[in-house]
């Protein structure tokens, strides 16, 4: 389904991605770990579509497609999701018109039938529902006032009601309690589906408790350094990064 | 004053042999009062760039303009239902066309109880003291040229009056409309608009029209309000963009008197729009809010100019302007509070957004104090949309043009939310989008 090969990026004149590649097949949940700075969040936001990335050398292919030629909309409508870090607040405009604004957006896009205000409204009072999420939010600006644990799980909502093929979560965990964890946690594994692949971002192994992958890759210095199953991510939370930076060293050496 | 300015020439020239005054009415103080005024705007002409209040916007074009002054057909020329109605103004309409008063066209037949609504031509023939006094109201330096000019050649206008103690509920719709004709025309109207004490009145000002052929068109507002009286004024201009539009709007506020005022600003080519307030009475509130928006090369220039003169006055003023592609816009925000007006609270915010490199917004807060214990603030910024919001909604799956629209009304938002009939919210919302230019590139 997305298929990273040989990635170099370069963001204001500094190289952050330095020959990363990594498979993703549908219904796989891919754990990427890494110290600060290795270039998790670089890696996110560039699949989605922002500008400011420089793409030095590889490729990127999602469903077929070259992903690196698409606009953050056209990569919405064919399926990529990105939770962001930072939930941005936009004051003024409303929760529910601009997120079914955007889902018909995609739909229109396909060549889907647009959701009218009934269609739509069922919708988001079964999702909401999911994420124990108050129904007064819909009728908020987007984010704006939200506490950090409501923006987190308003993202896995709008992710919920926009159903997409591929979801990154960038620091999902980030800024949560453990309650607030669990819930979106809880709110991500319901959408777990043979055909749904989600890349999860953390510097915390504390999340794939509750998310368990299938696979773990720990990002260092611009690359995929090592790849494994969950239990890799325990021994991160032993051994810390440093460890992995030994082994990128032995792996120079050898 | 410089030798050809054929826009002025032929105010002049037309005002020599006298313009008929509001519905042919003699009166031979009105007659003075215009020969005097012609002889100061031959004396002065129009000002120019070297006028501290005219540094962002110029005249010269215009001048070099001649327009003929004056429909004679205006009174018979036919405009469709559809210009005439706003969702959810359903009070009494009052309807001009190129300045000239259309009783066909307008809807006085239901006039609720303590509201009067006449010509000011029908003031005259009654020989009403009210508006000589009105009239003769000294008009300030060069700077007030259109004001003069309006003076001195208004053909009719209209008169509106709130007796005592009435509450009018649904609001009143004063329609100017500029239609499209073979015709340069040229044309100047005034409102008269009285509230009595304690007397309240909603009222929405609308400048539309078809007119694809230039114009040039003065609109002078006068609002005397009285003790204790309440306005709801909604200004609402789209006029077409071949229109060049100069009001000046002059409020007197006495003792508790409260106006509180919404103006949208999105048609014209060249705008200039004047809001002069007198805070007479102690306690009296002016709140404006207000947006524009010049597009294309619209140039907008919006003036507030106002004077605390009593103690515990209050004044708020909250704009926003937006200019894309080659629009101008122009905010001076003055604020005097005068010696003796202690206690005054005066709050003025201007916040602008430019879209494209070569829009232009010029925006000038400027806050006098001459009194003691007063409270002001006064703010002004010039941005841009933020990328940030711009990329968080397209990722979503908002196509680029349609996400920074959103943002835009969101910009506005808060001055959208206070209009008044709330049914002319999603209304101006939708003209706002509209307005706002189809290409817009990355």
Same mark, same amino acid.
């Given at each position: 389904?997305?298929?990273?090969?040989?990635?170099?990026?370069?963001? *204001? !004149? $500094?190289?952050? /991605?330095?020959? %990363?590649?990594?498979?993703?097949?549908?219904? &796989? =949940?891919? #754990?990427?770990?890494?110290?600060?700075? *290795? !270039? $998790?969040?670089? /890696?996110?936001? %560039?699949?989605?579509?922002?500008?400011?990335? &420089? =793409?030095? #050398?590889?490729?990127?292919?999602?469903?077929?497609?070259?992903?690196?030629?698409?606009?953050?909309?056209?990569?919405?409508?064919?399926?990529?999701?990105? #939770?962001?870090?930072?939930?941005?607040?936009?004051?003024?405009?409303?929760?529910?018109?601009?997120?079914?604004?955007?889902?018909?957006?995609?739909?229109?896009?396909?060549?889907?039938?647009?959701?009218?205000?009934?269609?739509?409204?069922?919708?988001?009072?079964?999702?909401?529902?999911?994420?124990?999420?108050?129904?007064?939010?819909?009728?908020?600006?987007?984010?704006?006032?939200?506490?950090?644990?409501?923006?987190?799980?308003?993202?896995?909502?709008?992710?919920?009601?926009?159903?997409?093929?591929?979801?990154?979560?960038?620091?999902?965990?980030?800024?949560?309690?453990?309650?607030?964890?669990?819930?979106?946690?809880?709110?991500?594994?319901?959408?777990?589906?043979?055909?749904?692949?989600?890349?999860?971002?953390?510097?915390?192994?504390?999340?794939?408790?509750?998310?368990?992958?299938?696979?773990?890759?720990?990002?260092?210095?611009?690359?995929?350094?090592?790849?494994?199953?969950?239990?890799?991510?325990?021994?991160?939370?032993?051994?810390?990064?440093?460890?992995?930076?030994?082994?990128?060293?032995?792996?120079?050496?050898? | 004053?410089?030798?050809?300015?054929?826009?002025?020439?032929?105010?002049?020239?037309?005002?020599?042999?006298?313009?008929?005054?509001?519905?042919?009415?003699?009166?031979?103080?009105?007659?003075?009062?215009?020969?005097?005024?012609?002889?100061?705007?031959?004396?002065?002409?129009?000002?120019?760039?070297?006028?501290?209040?005219?540094?962002?916007?110029?005249?010269?074009?215009?001048?070099?303009?001649?327009?003929?002054?004056?429909?004679?057909?205006?009174?018979?020329?036919?405009?469709?239902?559809?210009?005439?109605?706003?969702?959810?103004?359903?009070?009494?309409?009052?309807?001009?066309?190129?300045?000239?008063?259309?009783?066909?066209?307008?809807?006085?037949?239901?006039?609720?109880?303590?509201?009067?609504?006449?010509?000011?031509?029908?003031?005259?023939?009654?020989?009403?003291?009210?508006?000589?006094?009105?009239?003769?109201?000294?008009?300030?330096?060069?700077?007030?040229?259109?004001?003069?000019?309006?003076?001195?050649?208004?053909?009719?206008?209209?008169?509106?009056?709130?007796?005592?103690?009435?509450?009018?509920?649904?609001?009143?719709?004063?329609?100017?409309?500029?239609?499209?004709?073979?015709?340069?025309?040229?044309?100047?109207?005034?409102?008269?608009?009285?509230?009595?004490?304690?007397?309240?009145?909603?009222?929405?000002?609308?400048?539309?029209?078809?007119?694809?052929?230039?114009?040039?068109?003065?609109?002078?507002?006068?609002?005397?309000?009285?003790?204790?009286?309440?306005?709801?004024?909604?200004?609402?201009?789209?006029?077409?963009?071949?229109?060049?539009?100069?009001?000046?709007?002059?409020?007197?506020?006495?003792?508790?008197?409260?106006?509180?005022?919404?103006?949208?600003?999105?048609?014209?080519?060249?705008?200039?729009?004047?809001?002069?307030?007198?805070?007479?009475?102690?306690?009296?509130?002016?709140?404006?809010?207000?947006?524009?928006?010049?597009?294309?090369?619209?140039?907008?220039?919006?003036?507030?100019?106002?004077?605390?003169?009593?103690?515990?006055?209050?004044?708020?003023?909250?704009?926003?302007?937006?200019?894309?592609?080659?629009?101008?816009?122009?905010?001076?925000?003055?604020?005097?509070?005068?010696?003796?007006?202690?206690?005054?609270?005066?709050?003025?915010?201007?916040?602008?957004?430019?879209?494209?490199?070569?829009?232009?917004?010029?925006?000038?807060?400027?806050?006098?104090?001459?009194?003691?214990?007063?409270?002001?603030?006064?703010?002004?910024?010039?941005?841009?949309?933020?990328?940030?919001?711009?990329?968080?909604?397209?990722?979503?799956?908002?196509?680029?043009?349609?996400?920074?629209?959103?943002?835009?009304?969101?910009?506005?938002?808060?001055?959208?939310?206070?209009?008044?009939?709330?049914?002319?919210?999603?209304?101006?919302?939708?003209?706002?989008?509209?307005?706002?230019?189809?290409?817009?590139?990355?």
């Amino acid at each position: 389904m997305l298929q990273i090969d040989n990635l170099h990026v370069r963001v *204001a !004149g $500094k190289d952050i /991605l330095k020959g %990363l590649s990594l498979q993703v097949q549908p219904g &796989e =949940v891919h #754990a990427v770990m890494g110290p600060n700075g *290795a !270039g $998790k969040s670089t /890696l996110a936001n %560039l699949l989605a579509g922002h500008e400011g990335y &420089e =793409v030095m #050398a590889g490729s990127v292919r999602f469903l077929d497609r070259n992903l690196l030629e698409l606009q953050p909309e056209e990569r919405a409508a064919a399926g990529v999701f990105l #939770a962001f870090q930072y939930p941005v607040e936009i004051p003024g405009v409303n929760n529910t018109y601009f997120l079914r604004a955007a889902l018909n957006a995609q739909r229109k896009h396909r060549g889907e039938q647009e959701l009218d205000s009934v269609q739509f409204l069922k919708l988001v009072r079964e999702k909401l529902a999911i994420l124990d999420l108050a129904p007064d939010l819909m009728n908020r600006s987007v984010n704006a006032g939200f506490s950090g644990g409501e923006k987190k799980r308003n993202e896995i909502f709008q992710m919920a009601v926009l159903e997409p093929r591929l979801a990154i979560l960038d620091e999902t965990d980030s800024g949560l309690d453990i309650d607030a964890l669990k819930q979106v946690a809880e709110g991500v594994n319901r959408q777990r589906s043979a055909d749904r692949a989600f890349i999860v971002v953390t510097h915390y192994q504390r999340l794939l408790d509750y998310i368990v992958p299938d696979f773990v890759h720990v990002l260092a210095a611009g690359r995929i350094v090592e790849s494994g199953t969950k239990e890799l991510a325990h021994k991160l939370e032993e051994h810390g990064y440093a460890w992995v930076a030994e082994r990128q060293l032995e792996g120079a050496d050898a | 004053m410089s030798a050809c300015v054929p826009l002025l020439d032929e105010v002049l020239k037309q005002a020599a042999v006298g313009q008929p005054y509001f519905d042919g009415a003699e009166s031979a103080w009105l007659a003075q009062l215009r020969q005097g005024e012609r002889a100061v705007l031959a004396r002065e002409g129009l000002p120019d760039r070297h006028n501290e209040a005219w540094k962002y916007t110029s005249l010269r074009a215009l001048a070099q303009q001649r327009f003929i002054i004056g429909d004679s057909e205006a009174g018979q020329r036919p405009v469709p239902e559809t210009e005439l109605h706003l969702p959810g103004v359903d009070g009494p309409r009052i309807v001009f066309v190129h300045g000239v008063f259309r009783a066909d066209l307008s809807s006085l037949q239901e006039m609720p109880a303590g509201l009067e609504v006449t010509t000011l031509g029908q003031v005259l023939s009654t020989g009403a003291a009210s508006l000589r006094s009105w009239m003769e109201r000294p008009i300030a330096d060069g700077a007030a040229a259109f004001e003069r000019m309006n003076l001195v050649m208004a053909t009719d206008g209209v008169s509106l009056r709130v007796k005592a103690g009435f509450h009018i509920e649904a609001p009143v719709h004063l329609l100017y409309l500029g239609i499209d004709t073979d015709a340069k025309l040229a044309w100047h109207t005034r409102a008269h608009i009285e509230l009595q004490a304690g007397a309240e009145l909603s009222l929405v000002e609308h400048y539309a029209g078809s007119s694809q052929s230039e114009q040039f068109a003065t609109v002078v507002s006068e609002i005397r309000m009285h003790e204790d009286a309440r306005l709801q004024l909604t200004q609402i201009q789209h006029a077409t963009e071949a229109v060049t539009l100069v009001r000046h709007e002059h409020f007197h506020l006495a003792p508790r008197a409260h106006v509180g005022m919404h103006t949208i600003e999105l048609g014209g080519a060249l705008v200039r729009h004047e809001i002069e307030t007198l805070l007479e009475g102690e306690g009296a509130i002016f709140d404006t809010c207000g947006l524009f928006a010049p597009q294309a090369r619209q140039h907008v220039d919006i003036r507030l100019d106002i004077r605390h003169q009593a103690r515990d006055t209050r004044s708020s003023a909250t704009w926003r302007g937006i200019a894309d592609q080659r629009g101008h816009g122009v905010f001076h925000g003055g604020i005097v509070i005068e010696r003796g007006a202690d206690g005054a609270d005066a709050r003025l915010h201007n916040k602008n957004l430019l879209l494209s490199d070569r829009a232009e917004i010029d925006t000038q807060p400027v806050l006098e104090i001459y009194a003691d214990e007063v409270q002001a603030a006064h703010g002004a910024t010039v941005g841009q949309i933020n990328e940030q919001a711009l990329f968080y909604l397209r990722s979503r799956g908002l196509p680029l043009a349609e996400a920074r629209r959103l943002l835009m009304v969101a910009f506005c938002r808060e001055i959208l939310d206070g209009i008044f009939p709330q049914s002319l919210q999603e209304y101006l919302a939708e003209r706002l989008i509209k307005h706002l230019p189809l290409s817009m590139q990355g």
